[in-house]
């Protein structure tokens, strides 16, 4: 199985995908977090990606292909795979097209979970992340036992340079532009499944699950 989870930043694509991956067994490919590590260790994919995620710009579509296309042949996707901010543009829809004959597997269900965007604002300029373990936190929504200390696994908790106001509205602009096609393109070949993004996380959740159930 392959599942696409598609939508604006601060959707909420990543809190789902840790349900998701563990009710069916997926193995998770966050093209997003595979770029922040990469940065983290200042890697030649890091430094050449960086400039562009500071600035909430997308990274050229051929460093990300590639990261993709390497991680969809590794063991752990044998028995399906959850892909969450890849596709993010036309172009990235069809080189996954043309590179997913070869695994085996074709899109079985994309996932768009829509949000207003004055919320979008909120939650991600609130965001704060764990430093160790990438635990999603929020000031208000979903603040920390004790403040800035992940309650997870204790790690320091980070707000994103991506997540300042500013950089959060370019970011959503990039969606809107770059992005936002790909409903047309999914909807085009029937995959596409609209989720209420608006309401709670356990009710986003059950809609995700009786579509996924579904497939
Ligand atoms: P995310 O964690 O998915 O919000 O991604 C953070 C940043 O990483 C984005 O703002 C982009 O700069 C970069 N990024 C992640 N995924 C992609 C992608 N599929 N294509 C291009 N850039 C990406």
Redesign the pocket.
């Known amino acids: 199985m392959l599942l696409i989870l598609l939508g604006p930043?601060g959707a909420g694509?990543?809190t789902q995908a840790g349900q998701l991956v563990e009710d069916y067994g997926l193995a998770y490919i966050?093209?997003?977090?595979i770029?922040?590590n990469a940065v983290k260790e200042g890697t030649g994919l890091g430094q050449k990606?960086r400039q562009?995620?500071d600035l909430?710009?997308?990274?050229?579509?051929e460093?990300?292909v590639e990261i993709?296309k390497d991680r969809l042949q590794q063991p752990d996707c044998e028995k399906g795979a959850l892909l969450?901010?890849?596709?993010?543009?036309v172009e990235?829809a069809t080189f996954l097209e043309k590179v997913l004959p070869d695994t085996g597997k074709k899109v079985d269900c994309v996932l768009l979970i829509e949000v207003a965007e004055e919320e979008l604002i909120e939650r991600l300029t609130g965001r704060r992340v764990c430093s160790e373990c990438g635990t999603n936190f929020h000031v208000t929504h979903k603040p920390p036992k004790v403040r800035n200390v992940c309650d997870e696994c204790g790690g320091a908790l980070y707000q994103r340079a991506?997540d300042s106001l500013e950089t959060v509205k370019e970011?959503l602009e990039?969606y809107k532009n770059q992005t936002a096609p790909l409903i047309d393109f999914y909807e085009g070949r029937n995959v596409l499944a609209r989720i209420d993004g608006n309401q709670e996380i356990e009710s986003v959740r059950d809609q995700i699950k009786g579509t996924v159930d579904k497939l």
């Open positions: 930043p694509k990543g966050s093209t997003g977090a770029l922040r990606a562009y995620m909430g710009q997308l990274v050229p579509d460093l990300v993709v969450d901010g890849f596709p993010r543009t990235q991506d970011r990039v």
